[in-house]
Each structure stands twice: as C-alpha cells, then as structure tokens.
C-alpha cells in the first residue's frame, strides 16, 4: 500500500523531535495521538469518547468513538444500550466498550494551534523526565560543563542535554565565572521541582576533592588506596586522610605523585588550595598527632565518652597548632570527627597544680585530715574519696610514712564522709517524690536518684521510659562544629552502655519485657539477624 506523503511527513516530524530531544520516538507518538485526540473531540463533541492511532510504521492515522455497553443510556455519544449492541456485535456484554470508526478530520486553525500545544507540552515533559532519569543516577560524579549565564552570584551551566545551577554558597570563594567558561563541578543533588529538574553542584563539597584524587591518582580509582575523610576549608586549605590496602605502596606518597604532580594537579582545580595529606589511622591518639601538622604535639588525652580530644603542645608551637583564625584545629576536628582543645605546656601544669590543690582541699575537708597528709594522698594520684573508701589499704598502708592503722583510719574517715552524703542526697529523694524502687536497679545511687528526680523521673515507669540519651547527653554535629547536650547524669562517671543496662533493667522491673524477650534477642545478634 502507498504511504501519502502526509503520512510520511508525520513519522519524519516524529523522527525529528525524538532525535532532538534525546526521547523515545513512541512518546512523541503518543503524544501526536493525545493531540489528535483533543482535536477531534472539538469536531465531534468534548463528550465523545474519541481515540486516535498512528501506526509508527506506515504513519496511517486512525479515529474511533468509544460506546460502553450499558442497561440504560444517560449519554447518548459516549454510551450504547445492551440490545443495540448485541445487534452490532453478538458477545457484547455489559462493561464492554464498542469502537465506530471516525472519517478523517481536517485540521482548522485553532485545532491546530491546541494540538501542537499537547505536543510541545507532552514532549516538554518527557524531555524532564529523561534528563531527571539520566542525572539522578549520576549524583556523586564529576561533570564539565559551559557557563550559560550567572545570576545573582549563581552559576547556570550547561551540561549539554540539561541545565544545572552552582550556587554562590557552592563557590569557591573569590572564584569568578563568566559566560562561555568552561567549568567542572560535583554532583550532589538532582530534584524533580514544578519547572523541571534541577542539578545542583557543587565546587566546595568535600566529595569533589575525592573524586578529583580519584581521576589524578589511579590507585585510588583501582581501590588500592581509599579516602577515609576529608575537612576542607574550600579555596584556603585542606586535610585528606588516605589508607592504603597494600603494604608495599605509600598512600600519601601515591597520592603526592612524582614531584607532587599529582597533587598539583588538584590545587589548580581548587584555585590554590593547599591540601595536607597524612596516612590514616584507627588510632584516634595518632591520627590526631597526624592531623594537626605541622605543630609538634607533647601530649595526646582522650576522652572516648564524649569523644572530645586534648592535645597539649610546646608553648612555641601553640599558634601553628591552632592556625589562622583556628584554621588547623578546625580542620583537624573536622578530620578526625572528635573535638580537640589545645593546651600549651604550661598551661597543663597550671591545669595539674590547680587540680593537685583541689584533691588535697577535698581530702582535708572530707577526711579531717592536715595538709601535708592530704598532699600526700593527691600526689599519689588518688582523685576522689570514693576511690580512697573502696581501695585495698594495703595500698594507702604502702605510701611513704603511713601504715595499716593509718590506712585504716582513712579509710573509715572517708566512707563516714561517703555515709553522711548518701543521707543528705536520701532526704533529698524523699522530699523530691522519687520512689524507693529505683534503688532496686543496679548502678544508682541516691544522688543519682535526687539528679533524676530534679528532672521528673520519679518511678521505675519513668526511669523505664528514658533513652540513654537522655542519661548521658548526646552530641550533634553540624557545618564541622559539634555541639554536646548534657544528660541527667552529666556529673556522674556512667558510661552509654551502663545507661542502657539500667534502662533495659527497669523496663524488666517494669514489666515491659521479660527475660524470655531477652533471650530472644540475644539469640537473634549472635546469629547476626535484626532482634
């Protein structure tokens, strides 16, 4: 059969567009029947059913008026009545839809007009859902694009097949952009919005040095060596910690590359910024030594409950420590994910001195005894009356100038001294309402149970009801910085997991769980299956 030349035309026009637009040349298809459609319905009746078909091969255009088959008929041009149909078709039954062929149409001016509008709108749309489809698969990757105008400080950019937009905050500082640049950048968020799909980059995101390493440094792309963190202080400096898998190849020096190429080749890109490189480490005391370089460190402290680091340094290293306008420690902060607080030298003795007076004041006050006795006591290091009270003698009795008696005697000083502020902080429960019960649990004293009550916990239900969070604090990090919010017992020495022990005690008091739960769940972890 001869193809008319109309017919032709249509499957060329549709040809055309999808090769332009980079979409399935059946959807320009459908969308061409869609318009079809809506051109037809104004020649024969917005009611009717009409639907129309392009066959993609031959480009032969076909209408029908759709009739469902019904018991009675409220619309005459979009139903038909059951005996009529069988009369047309002997299967017909209820529900069914009969198809009349429709004679061509002639396509007027304004039909014409509406249905280009379908067109452009359905191709419009299949165009956003390629480019979502095509960009949302591509988060994380590095693309190079020309800048197609700036507005306001934001960068528009064309990628080719999509626009995409760098934000004046995803800048690196005094960077400058003007049209026809060419620029590279990360992807890190592609989002479907009302006017299309927008790709957001990025040029300060942490992730955009990674990827950078990657392209110029091939034992990371092969996963020989692996980025464990990065801090960046985007367009100023840089820390980077890499690992290497195999023993025999240097991480840093890979990374560095012959007369620091490889290195080189990454500042150009981030107009200038210097990047320091050190080996990774799982241990945190060595990392941090790493990471505040080039500041010689005396002295490593960790506290791992509130993951918070101090460092002491020499005191003519305390600003290359601390770097401009905090630069260095912040940085390290951010490497590590743990807070550091730098000391000089003498700022730690002063520290230790201060400490040193105040544990000897504690023990003359508590245990009624003369300065030089309660020196004695601090400089052996005993912190607190509590560890005197529950310590071996033997080990008070070996101190230079005491003996067992001596020993002894401390000893019952310090746990008279203990007794009468478990009585104080006992009347204190009792006055604030909290129950006798919860001394039940293991793990709380009464001045725990006074710091509880002071916050509303007065019963084992209560107790029961708390997260661990809400006993020991918890950290938040957020833009490099770590905030820390305290917990009930912010002045007592319980750990996160013995704060979740004595929860999971009270809610058996409780009767929340019972053993028989606990077994259960125990059993789950050690077979590696969600409890």
């Known amino acids: 059969m001869a193809v008319s030349a109309n017919r032709l035309e249509l499957l060329q026009i549709a040809d055309a567009v999808a090769r332009e637009k980079s979409i399935d040349r059946m959807i320009v298809i459908e969308s061409m029947q869609d318009a079809i459609e809506k051109a037809a319905k104004t020649r024969y009746g917005a009611e009717t059913n009409v639907r129309a078909e392009i066959n993609p091969k031959t480009g032969e255009l076909r209408l029908w008026r759709l009739l469902e088959v019904v018991d009675a008929v409220e619309e005459p041009s979009r139903q038909i009545e059951l005996k009529y149909a069988k009369a047309k078709a002997a299967d017909a039954k209820l529900g069914d839809f009969l198809t009349e062929p429709l004679p061509p149409i002639e396509f007027g001016r304004i039909a014409a007009q509406s249905a280009k509008q379908v067109i452009v709108q359905k191709v419009r749309d299949a165009e956003r859902d390629r480019m979502y489809e095509e960009y949302i698969n591509r988060v994380g990757e590095i693309v190079n694009g020309t800048v197609k105008r700036v507005e306001y400080g934001n960068v528009i950019v064309d990628l080719g097949r999509g626009e995409a937009i760098i934000r004046r905050d995803e800048l690196i500082p005094r960077e400058l952009y003007r049209y026809g640049d060419r620029v590279r950048a990360y992807i890190y968020d592609v989002r479907r ?103 010689d460190v005396a002295k490593v402290v960790l506290d791992e409950q509130a993951e918070r680091i101090e460092v002491v340094v020499p005191d003519e290293q305390l600003s290359l420590a601390i770097g401009r306008r905090g630069q260095n420690v912040r940085l390290a902060s951010q490497l590590i994910g743990w807070d550091i607080d730098i000391l000089t030298e003498a700022e730690e003795s002063e520290r230790r001195q201060k400490e040193f007076t105040e544990r000897s004041a504690l023990f003359m006050q508590a ?33 230079q100038g005491f003996d067992e008696e001596t020993a002894g005697e401390i000893q019952q000083r310090a746990a008279d001294y203990l007794a ?21 649990i293991p793990g709380l004293n009464a001045a725990m149970l006074v710091a509880l009550g002071h916050d509303g916990v007065k019963n084992v239900e209560d107790f029961a009801g708390c997260a661990a969070d809400d006993l020991v604090g918890w950290t938040e990090r957020k833009d490099g910085e770590t905030k820390r919010f305290d917990g009930t017992f912010k002045d007592f020495p319980v750990s996160r997991e013995e704060a979740e022990e004595m929860i999971l005690q009270a809610r058996l008091k409780a009767g929340w769980i019972t053993e028989a739960d606990l077994a259960t769940a125990e059993e789950a972890i050690e077979e590696g299956a969600p409890a």
């Open 193 to 295: 919005e009302q006017r299309g799909p927008q790709i957001f980059l990025s040029r300060t995101h942490p992730q955009f040095m990674a990827k950078l390493f990657q392209q110029e440094v091939p034992e990371i792309y092969d996963g020989i060596i692996t980025i464990r963190s990065i801090a960046r202080d985007p367009g100023s400096r840089a820390k980077i910690a890499v690992t290497s898998s195999d023993s025999s190849i240097d991480p840093v020096g890979a990374c560095v590359g012959m007369r620091g190429s490889r290195v080189q080749a990454v500042v150009a890109e981030l107009q200038g910024e210097k990047i320091d490189i050190i080996p990774w480490t799982e241990s945190i005391a060595d990392l941090v030594v790493s990471a505040l370089q080039p500041a």
């Open 420 to 440: 009468a502020i478990e009585k104080a902080n006992d009347d204190e429960r009792i006055k604030l309402g909290v129950s006798d019960d919860l001394y039940e």
């Open 367 to 399: 245990l009624d005894v003369d300065e030089m006795v309660a020196q004695l006591l601090a400089s052996e290091g005993f912190s607190s009356v509590e560890e005197l009270a529950y310590i071996d003698a033997s080990e008070i009795a070996s101190i």
